[in-house]
């Protein structure tokens, strides 16, 4: 990639993050953005997409209703950090995050940050859950000043136990590699696996009240079904 590509992406990602929208909208403009500006990834990621959907990706995770699988991970500080001592606390969004790395997942923070006072409101948690090293995980938190814990998936563990862990293939491989994306830097291995973006809110009771599953990682769960989910998960 050429530096007037990555001058356009990086304005285009910094236009999408801030857009006064919809994380949707949002999601949706930068994907288009990455279509126009560099159509080999795009073309690549469309490729990754049907496969994923094909083969059922994501199918065999846990669903509404199932207990969600405990967790014990540490944070961006070091510091273990357990499903159970969260739902003492009240309903939490368990967050899949791609990295720190990846814009859709930093749009997405973003705009989860934005709406910290009604999450606060409904008396709701979010984590996210990425399996860069904790520098990583630490800037990921830093750049989008948010206050909610950034916990550390180490070699994919608890992605590949929940199902949700995908590899990316050579030619998406061959293309971040290009464009100085280099996952064995942030994840400390060579697998080049990544989790599938995903929401699950579970209630006070670990029991998961609402999901958002895609292997289509440019989309999220909205905002307003994650605020509502926690709401009624209280």
């Known amino acids: 990639m050429n530096s007037a590509s990555l001058t356009a992406l990086r304005d285009a990602f910094q236009h999408c993050r801030d857009m006064n929208a919809s994380l949707k909208e949002r999601l949706d403009s930068y994907s288009l953005a990455v279509r126009q500006i560099i159509p080999p990834y795009a073309d690549a990621v469309e490729i990754l997409i049907r496969r994923l959907m094909d083969s059922g990706a994501g199918s065999g995770a846990p669903r509404i209703g199932d207990a969600m699988p405990p967790f014990i991970l540490p944070d961006e500080n070091g ?124 209630g006070r009771d670990g029991i998961i009240r609402a999901r958002f599953i895609d292997p289509d990682f440019r989309r999220r769960m909205t905002v307003e079904e994650l605020l509502d989910a926690l709401r009624a998960a209280q």
């Open 79 to 202: 510091r273990p950090v357990s499903l159970e001592q969260l739902i003492e606390r009240g309903p939490i969004a368990v967050m899949f995050h791609r990295g720190h790395w990846c814009p859709w997942c930093r749009i997405t923070v973003n705009a989860l940050v934005r709406v910290q006072s009604k999450i606060a409101e409904a008396k709701g948690q979010v984590i996210a859950i990425m399996p860069d090293r904790q520098p990583f995980a630490t800037e990921f938190k830093r750049e989008a000043s948010s206050p909610f814990p950034v916990l550390i998936d180490m070699d994919n563990g608890y992605a590949l136990s929940l199902n949700l862990a995908i590899w990316i293939g050579p030619d998406l491989e061959r293309l971040l590699t290009s464009y100085g994306r280099t996952l064995p830097d942030y994840q400390g291995n060579d697998s080049w696996i990544l989790p599938i973006p995903a929401t699950f809110v579970v």
